[in-house]
């Protein structure tokens, strides 16, 4: 095809004003050039390691603080966010080089029925994980004495409005704005005064270990995992990354971006261990707590204003995770029923787009508010769902990006190939290990050695 | 549409950034062998029976 007879779209004219910047400020030498370069290729990786610090994600980093302390929890998650580097980078690798979504690529690649398996995989995975950013919403705002369905339907109004920009560039500035608020979890932490020299040694040595493998033990070490390594970053990032409309000089930028993401993520994942750490400390049960019951215990610690940020956070934590949770579905949906699917779209272009992002947001919304739920064990059982639907998932990813015919020279090295088979062994492990403590708790006693 | 945008769009985006182009141009099938086949099929029994053992715990605690 010669680029005379192509039809250009809206989505093109508006891509191709990004791809301007980029080029002229490329263009130019020095030191402030270089940082408007930055600012302007980074986005997809912060956007989905922030957008991963989710409400439930917040709420197992807290359970843990409060059931365990400052202990091995601490460099665990560290590593959670290691493996998380190592998965999303290739998904930057593949969207730069392919400048197709992921589910586009596993459809075109191994057909129809592969690629409608992974996407009703992504749908159901996303539609359990939205009920539990609902649940977080409602909960944070329910601290401030917000009515649940005033809570939900806000959230509801905050969504629909992001996306009334049609434009991908101010929808992800407006998100990147918005989830750079997960930090506030930081001053929560330093007002519990954490003991700097324990929280020095167990980053050092792992320790104190968790006393003997139980199953709420493996629940949240399952939890903690799910909540930085899940299948629909995969989907995300690398959609952002082609709508975005990053290409292969941008490799760099997008990888910085993706580790820069992780570093920001982790240290709020750590301020939320360590914020409620005194509740450990002073031996105070939270198996059934709520976030909102998270802030109110944490009160005497470390007063109201303290606890109003605590759940300013777990609310902020739901809110941007119902954005981009919905777009990665809606990103999915257009490019397995290959309608046109990107956030440059005006709604009459992208209806199919739009209405799969809001319908699925608002039945997520509605169960929220069914009296009676079981909302805390849902929210840690949606973060094992993520832990076992990976592997599958990483299959594809590991596939695809080694797949010369799509990837050229992009395709991974040896070592990303090593690192990324690593994660999938702690995957399958950590499921397989929780498969033992539900099926046959006392066979956990026997591989504690007691 | 004007002359200039049609300018930007042809020198910023790469052949196959275009809407139209992706459009009609897919990536090929690839033919998967039997061990990917074996494992394609491993990986998604492994995740029916775990969701079957996460259902199992959701109805012996609510029990």
């Known amino acids: ?450 | 549409m004007s002359r200039e945008e049609l300018t930007t769009v042809m020198t910023e985006l790469e052949p196959d950034q275009l809407i139209s182009t992706k459009e009609h141009h897919h990536c090929p099938r690839r033919r998967l062998t039997r061990t990917e086949m074996l494992l394609f099929w491993a990986l998604r029994i492994y995740l029916v029976f775990m969701v079957g053992v996460v259902v199992y715990q959701i109805w012996t605690s609510v029990r």
Not at chain 1, 14 to 30: F, I, K, P, Q
Not at chain 1, 35 to 41: D, G, I
Not at chain 1, 130 to 155: D, K, M, N, Q, W
């Open chain 1, 1 to 450: 095809m010669t680029r005379s007879n192509v039809v250009i779209t809206h989505e093109d004219i508006d891509r191709a004003h990004d791809r301007e910047r980029v080029s002229e400020t490329r263009a130019r030498r020095g030191f402030r050039p270089r940082l408007r370069l930055f600012w302007l290729l980074i986005g997809p990786g912060i956007l989905v390691m922030l957008g991963e610090n989710d409400g439930p994600s917040m709420l197992s980093y807290a359970a843990t603080g409060a059931r365990f302390g400052i202990g091995f929890f601490l460099p665990f998650v560290v590593l959670t966010f290691l493996m998380a580097c190592v998965v999303q980078e290739m998904t930057v690798r593949l969207g730069a080089a392919t400048h197709r979504g992921h589910a586009e690529l596993i459809f075109d690649r191994f057909g129809p029925f592969w690629g409608w398996f992974s996407m009703i995989d992504l749908m159901v995975g996303n539609f359990l994980t939205l009920v539990t950013e609902f649940i977080a919403i409602r909960a944070g705002l329910g601290f401030f004495g917000v009515r649940p369905a005033v809570a939900v339907l806000s959230a509801l109004l905050v969504l629909s409005v992001a996306l009334m920009t049609h434009r991908y560039w101010t929808w992800e500035r407006i998100i990147l704005g918005a989830a750079m608020f997960n930090l506030v979890f930081v001053p929560v932490a330093l007002l519990t005064h954490p003991h700097w020299g324990a929280v020095g040694r167990a980053l050092v040595t792992w320790r104190p270990l968790p006393s003997g493998p139980s199953q709420e033990t493996v629940l949240i070490l399952l939890a903690d995992i799910g909540a930085t390594v899940t299948p629909w970053m995969l989907f995300f990032q690398q959609s952002a990354i082609a709508d975005k409309g990053l290409t292969t000089r941008d490799i760099r930028f997008g990888r910085v971006d993706t580790v820069l993401g992780a570093a920001l993520a982790t240290v709020a994942a750590l301020a939320t261990m360590l914020a409620t750490a005194p509740l450990f400390i002073h031996h105070m049960s939270t198996a059934n707590f709520e976030a909102a019951e998270f802030a109110q215990a944490l009160q005497p610690f470390i007063g109201h204003w303290g606890a109003a940020l605590f759940a300013l956070g777990i609310f902020e934590a739901g809110m941007v995770a119902v954005i981009t949770i919905s777009t990665s579905s809606a990103y999915a949906f257009g490019e397995v029923a290959r309608r046109p699917h990107s956030l440059n779209l005006p709604f009459r272009q992208g209806k199919a787009f739009y209405l799969v992002l809001l319908v699925e947001a608002t039945a997520a919304a509605g169960l929220v508010l069914i009296p009676g739920i079981p909302l805390v064990y849902i929210v840690l059982l949606v973060n094992v769902i993520a832990v076992l639907a990976m592997p599958p998932a990483l299959l594809f990813l590991y596939m695809l990006v080694n797949d010369r015919e799509i990837m050229g020279a992009l395709v991974s090295p040896i070592w990303a190939n090593v690192l990324a088979l690593g994660v999938v062994i702690v995957l399958i492990g950590a499921g397989l290990l929780f498969g033992v403590s539900v099926i046959a708790p006392n066979a956990l006693a026997i591989i504690g050695g007691r």
